[in-house]
């Protein structure tokens, strides 16, 4: 059974820093690319950084480029997101998601999500 | 960046009844189109991608169509179960891939 289990959320102040992580099992992880996805209260989902499997190519949205950075073990089956800098507006709920190719292109859809690791930047 | 449109934001509808979303996008995107089920409290979960293609386990009542930028979720005889909020994306022309903005839908 596939499954992705976030940690590392909690109340930070404007400014500072954590560390997010995403133990998966149940499959080949290396195999996958993975994504960060977060929620803001009330809001939609929004992606915000992808990495591929043997971590050449990292990608990420436009406002977190530069303050967050994401990277994975593949000996521990783990994927993480450091975030820095962090703003009132990235106040969120912060997903992991394992990511599947349509056929032999480059679309994907999001075949598995963690629950979900709350981050919330307030003073 | 593709914006995505969904409409209608919020809809309310009766056990067994059946409901359309739609979703549009402000360019083409082929088929590259995924349909997700949010409820309270928890991960977004896939119903359909490539447009009309349905995930393994999601029940036949679920259906999408469409092509290009225009595309639609129609759920048929609705479960108690399937009040939830729906959302599309697409990852046609990523990064970033985007979301819609929801629809949730309601219990009449």
């Known amino acids: 059974e596939v499954q992705l289990v976030e940690s590392g959320g909690g109340l930070v102040q404007p400014g500072g820093s954590l560390r997010l992580s995403c133990a998966a099992s149940g499959f080949t992880f290396s195999n996958y690319w993975m994504h960060w996805v977060r929620q803001a209260p009330g809001k939609g989902p929004v992606w915000v950084a992808r990495i591929n499997g043997d971590e050449s190519s990292t990608s990420y949205a436009d406002s977190v480029r530069g303050r967050f950075t994401i990277s994975r073990d593949n000996a521990k089956n783990t994927l993480f997101l450091q975030v820095s800098s962090l703003r009132a507006d990235d106040t969120a709920v912060y997903y992991c998601?394992?990511?599947?190719?349509?056929?032999?292109?480059?679309?994907?859809?999001?075949?598995?999500w963690g629950q979900g690791t709350l981050v919330t930047v307030s003073s | 960046d593709i914006q995505m449109t969904q409409s209608p934001s919020s809809l309310s509808a009766s056990v067994g009844g059946r409901v359309t979303i739609t979703c549009r996008a402000s360019q083409s995107i082929s088929i590259y189109l995924n349909w997700y089920q949010q409820k309270a409290g928890k991960a977004p979960k896939l119903l359909i991608y490539a447009a009309s293609t349905l995930q393994s386990g999601v029940p036949s009542r679920f259906s999408g169509s469409g092509s290009g930028t225009d595309f639609t979720l129609s759920i048929s005889s609705l479960q108690a179960e399937d009040f939830a909020t729906y959302y599309c994306q697409q990852t046609y022309n990523t990064p970033p891939d985007t979301f819609g903005q929801g629809t949730k839908l309601e219990m009449k």
């Open positions: 998601a394992r990511s599947s190719n349509y056929r032999d292109t480059s679309a994907y859809y999001y075949d598995y």
